[in-house]
């Protein structure tokens, strides 16, 4: 039976990446400090083979049994949380990742690296393939997470190619689901509270800016087949379907079938204007496609987590 190690286990993509490990039969240890995660998220867990271990990946981490893959997504991940955890998402992208890096190389694990399609900042080539290298305000305030992710990248290939490390890179699109923080500041979980709650649904700019929306089934899905591949150079993993921010308004306001009004705010600094992934290395290595749509993904999204009241109340 494999061992996983998911750092970042008790947030929102490692929580679905640990119930999909375990079905497949891996023992899972989650380590998180739950600084934007929460037990919540795994409490319905209850495998023999999962353990949780509260541990801050900036310092060490060392563990006695085998381990074969080890999945690092712990960082801060939505704006809102990088910007007032600026230090901690440079450490984690620095620190946390040579740490990691360093137990897999003991290990002799399979590495896999969350980064993200931020590192490609606010692109002047569109789509974006895996070839461009970006557009990155490195002093701007989402400089701290895009380019602790750019370090993370470049930490894991010179792993790979000076110490032989087993890696390899996922580019992750902007995802959503289940178990998203409804005050997390990201657009699909801002604009289900506000259309459930019949408040005005706050679209930045003129909502013109667009982005494309992955269903995290599909995302977990792509991680395992990533990770069970060959592959070393980074893969995007995101829904090519792109849509600008006022047509994503739109579409939870009909799902959740609200009365709520579209309002416009203030665009933030350095919020990229378009954004969509080229998923062609996907499809042709991993044979990789999204599956769920937009209207099914919001659906079920808000059948899992928004019906729970609790959770719309608690903002955290
Ligand atoms: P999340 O905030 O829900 O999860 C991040 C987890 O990392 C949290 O549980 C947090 O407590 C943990 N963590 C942070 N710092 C830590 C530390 N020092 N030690 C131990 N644990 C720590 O965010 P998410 O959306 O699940 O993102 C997971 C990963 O995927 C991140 O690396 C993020 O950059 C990447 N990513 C996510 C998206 C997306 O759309 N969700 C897009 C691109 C990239």
């Not at 984690?92 to 002799?108: C, D, E, F, I, P």
């Not at 896999?112 to 461009?132: F, I, K, N, R």
């Not at 306001?253 to 992934?277: F, H, M, N, W």
Request: net charge negative; glycine share 8%.
């Amino acid at each position: 039976m494999p061992t996983s190690i998911v750092t970042g286990g008790a947030g929102f993509l490692g929580s679905h990446l640990c119930d999909f490990l375990l079905a497949e039969g891996h023992q899972v240890v989650c380590v998180d400090n739950l600084d934007t995660g929460s037990l919540q998220n795994i409490e319905h867990i209850r495998d023999s083979g999962f353990v949780f271990v509260n541990h801050d990946l900036t310092e060490p981490f060392q563990i006695e049994e085998r381990v074969d893959f080890v999945f690092h997504l712990a960082s801060p991940a939505s704006p809102i949380d990088y910007m007032r955890l600026p230090l901690h998402t440079l450490k984690v992208g620095s620190y946390g990742t040579h740490n990691m890096l360093g137990l897999a190389k003991v290990k002799r694990a399979r590495f896999l690296l969350a980064s993200t399609s931020e590192v490609y900042g606010d692109p002047q080539v569109h789509p974006q393939p895996e070839t461009y290298w970006g557009h990155v305000n490195p002093i701007g305030p989402r400089g701290v997470y895009d380019e602790a992710k750019r370090y993370a990248e470049a930490l894991t290939m010179a792993y790979h190619r000076q110490q032989g490390l087993d890696t390899c890179i996922v580019r992750i699109f902007n995802t959503y689901g289940p178990r998203m923080r409804p005050h997390d500041g990201r657009a699909i979980p801002t604009f289900l509270r506000q259309a459930l709650e019949g408040k005005p649904v706050t679209v930045f700019g003129d909502g013109s800016q667009t982005r494309s929306f992955g269903f995290v089934d599909d995302l977990i899905r792509g991680f395992f087949l990533l990770v069970t591949s060959g592959e070393h150079l980074p893969v995007n993993l995101g829904n090519p379907h792109e849509m600008s921010l006022l047509e994503l308004a739109e579409a939870v306001i009909r799902v959740t079938g609200s009365q709520s009004e579209i309002v416009y705010e203030a665009l933030p600094v350095d919020d990229p204007q378009v954004r969509q992934p080229d998923i062609t290395r996907a499809r042709q290595l991993l044979g990789w496609e999204p599956q769920v749509s937009l209207d099914e993904g919001l659906r079920r999204t808000v059948d899992a987590s928004w019906s729970d009241a609790a959770r719309l109340a608690a903002p955290r």
